[in-house]
Every structure is written in structure tokens, then in C-alpha cells.
């Protein structure tokens, strides 16, 4: 089915209405949407897929001076990476993503040498 976009803000709005408990978070676009945490567009007539950040996100990963035992504080830059790894659908935008997120731990105190450690790795495996 497709409608105009006053049509699809106007069944959006109804149904934003329809609860007051519920709320519904929304954007439209010709060229990309926003699904969860993936962002999802239209290149060269294929899908392109990319990390998506609520603006409430604040990137506030487990502080590496936490007591919990090192080797789950070292896991998590890689198990995030490769999240990240196969979200993207190219390499040009994992690697810009890849560049965030690592400043992300770093900001967290993570030591840089388990960072590059994990995006190394990561960087091995295929999406």
C-alpha cells in the first residue's frame, strides 16, 4: 500500500492518540529509516545498513575501573565491534563507526591496547 506523506503523519498522529500510555517515536524519509538500532538506506538501488544511536543514548559502557573480572571488562569492546561489524553492510562504514566506537570505551578508560586488540580482530572477520 502507499499513501501520501500527510497521510502517514495523519494515521501516525491517530495512532499516537490512541493510548495515552502509548507513545510512537517516528521519522520519515525518502532515503533512509531509522529500525531499531540499525539505520537502513537506499544506495545505488541496494540496501545499506548502519549503526543507528538514539539521541538518548549516551554510549555510557561499564567503566573499566568497575570490579568486575577483566577478561568480561576486555570482552566488550569485541562483542561490540562485531555487532557493529555485521550491522554495516560496508566496509567504508564500519570503519568510520568503528573509529566512534572505539573513542567510545576509551572515553571509559579502557586500556587502548584491548581496544585496538579487539577492533584488530574484528577487522579479520568478514561481515
Known amino acids: 500500500a502507499s499513501c501520501s506523506c500527510p497521510d502517514l503523519e495523519k494515521f501516525i498522529n491517530f495512532a499516537s492518540r490512541f493510548h495515552p500510555s502509548i507513545t510512537f ?7 533512509s529509516l531509522p529500525f531499531l538500532n540499525l539505520s537502513v538506506s537506499i544506495s545505488v538501488n541496494r540496501l545499506s545498513t548502519n549503526i543507528h544511536y ?3 543514548d549516551s554510549h555510557s559502557y561499564l567503566d573499566y575501573s568497575s570490579s568486575h573480572p577483566t577478561p568480561c571488562k576486555d570482552s566488550i569492546p569485541f562483542s ?3 555487532r557493529l561489524r555485521r550491522i554495516c553492510s560496508d566496509d567504508a562504514t564500519f570503519q568510520n563507526g568503528a573509529s566512534k566506537m572505539c573513542s567510545f570505551f576509551l ?3 579502557f ?5 585496538d586488540r579487539a577492533l584488530n580482530c574484528v577487522r579479520s572477520i568478514s561481515r
Open 54 to 56: 538514539k539521541p538518548t
Open 80 to 82: 561490540q565491534l562485531l
Open 25 to 31: 517515536t517516528w521519522s520519515i524519509s525518502d532515503t
Open 107 to 109: 572515553n571509559r578508560d
Open 111 to 115: 586500556p587502548p591496547t584491548v581496544v
